[in-house]
């Protein structure tokens, strides 16, 4: 039996791996940054005890737990000569993978809802939104993290592995390993894609069209705070889309490989991180001037 894989990582190249080691420790410090601001800035500032920015102060959250999943180890591999992973230490990587991948899914698919709210009830919103509720939603979203992370390790684990270890990619996910279990996976890659694939699409087309609604809704009442509600829903929009399109570009089509697999989990693995707190803190005024109080 396995145990270890050996990863293959972005490239043969010493010099190329010097300067994606730089490029991702400076995305990786970034999205500390920007993560650990905003999660400081929603904890401090009063003003912004809100339902709206709790949840995108547990988006922060998510995100640094997500990044911090992948690239420490990826950072460590492109500064190695050998780079390897054990079989378990790779099962963990993968169950924690999909535990913050899916609590994320979840939770923007709350913080649509919590959009909705706002602009279709305004005068009950904080009495809908209540903390109790926001509480239960934000666990909610961990747990179908949990769940569905649990469904697709147990998929991973039954399998037989006997050879070759040779994992085509920066760190361990499912699609990968089980291309290399010593028995015929069609059914596991049925069912990977049916958790992971089927799961994505629906949440992103729920999520496309209650943002459609939402933003219909802004542009038929021209109501003070438009423009405010405007620019908040286009951020949500633009960070669903970074996250959900290449996710169904990687698990919705189980059966072959492309080149272009590594650039795309990358994306939602290293730069999504990223690009969330930035996103949300450039398009909102309220959290751009608490920042600064900060």
């Given amino acids: 039996t396995v145990k270890i894989f050996f990863l293959f990582g972005f490239t043969e190249s010493a010099m190329l791996q010097y300067i994606l080691f730089t490029t991702f420790l400076i995305i990786y410090s970034m999205t500390w940054l920007g993560n650990v601001t905003i999660i400081t800035t929603v904890i401090t500032d009063q003003q912004l005890h809100k339902p709206m920015y709790f949840l995108l102060g547990n988006l922060a959250f998510i995100d640094l737990s997500e990044s911090s999943v992948t690239l420490p180890k990826m950072l460590w591999d492109l500064l190695s000569e050998v780079k390897t992973i054990s079989f378990w230490g790779c099962i963990t990587q993968m169950f924690f993978f999909h535990f913050t991948g899916g609590a994320v899914s979840i939770l923007l698919t709350v913080m649509a809802l919590d959009r909705y709210v706002a602009l279709h009830k305004p005068l009950q919103y904080l009495k809908i939104m209540n903390h109790n509720i926001l509480l239960r939603l934000v666990a909610g979203a961990w747990i179908v993290g949990f769940v569905h992370s649990v469904v697709q390790v ?5 399998l037989p592995f006997c050879g070759p270890n040779f994992l085509d990619n920066f760190y361990c996910d499912v699609p990968q390993v089980i291309k290399l279990a010593c028995t015929d996976v069609y059914v596991v890659e049925l069912l990977m894609m049916s958790n992971s694939g089927l799961l994505t699409i629906l949440i992103f087309i729920a999520l496309i069209v209650s943002y459609a ?22 951020a949500q929009v633009a960070v669903v889309s970074i996250h959900f399109v290449p996710c169904i570009f990687v698990y919705a089509r189980p059966f072959q490989k492309l080149a272009v697999d590594k650039a795309m989990s990358s994306l ?15 398009r909102n005024t309220e959290m751009k001037n608490a920042v600064k109080r900060l």
């Fill in 154 to 158: 147990a998929l991973v684990i039954q």
């Fill in 213 to 234: 609604v939402i933003l219909v809704k802004i542009r038929t009442h021209i109501t003070e705070g438009k423009h405010k509600a405007f620019s908040t829903c286009g």
């Fill in 268 to 282: 939602y693995t290293v730069i999504t991180p990223m690009l969330n707190p930035i996103i949300y803190t450039l």
